[in-house]
């Protein structure tokens, strides 16, 4: 397996980790009262947003050849930060 297989493998198994991850914060948010629950489904709503946006750029890095996935790279990791930081920061306000 190349170095991309594996880049994408890795991203691939995180974004499958998230989803997991926001499915249950979808679940405490169906048990919250009503006056924080639509805040939890607006705040869950971003998050899946994002996670499609991390979806479509490791779609482009799937279809990219070999010699421009690492000019995607960079834009990748960035789109995984802000997702796993927006994810962190999601679960803590869910406490």
């Known amino acids: 397996m190349g170095m991309k297989e594996s880049y994408q493998d ?3 198994a995180k974004l499958d980790e ?10 405490k948010a169906d ?3 009503a006056d924080v ?3 939890y489904y607006k705040e869950i709503e971003v998050l899946r947003s994002m996670q499609q946006d991390a979806q479509q750029k490791l ?5 990219s050849g070999e010699d421009a996935w690492e000019d995607l790279k960079a834009g990748i990791d960035s789109a ?3 997702l796993g930081g927006a994810l962190k920061s999601a679960a803590s306000r869910f406490e």
Request: glycine share 0%; net charge negative; proline share 0%.
């Open 18 to 27: 998230w989803s997991a991850e926001i499915d249950k914060l979808k679940a």
């Open 80 to 82: 995984w930060d802000s």
């Open 59 to 63: 779609h482009s890095l799937r279809e």
């Open 10 to 12: 890795k991203l691939q």
């Open 37 to 39: 629950q639509l805040e």
């Open 31 to 33: 048990k919250a009262e």
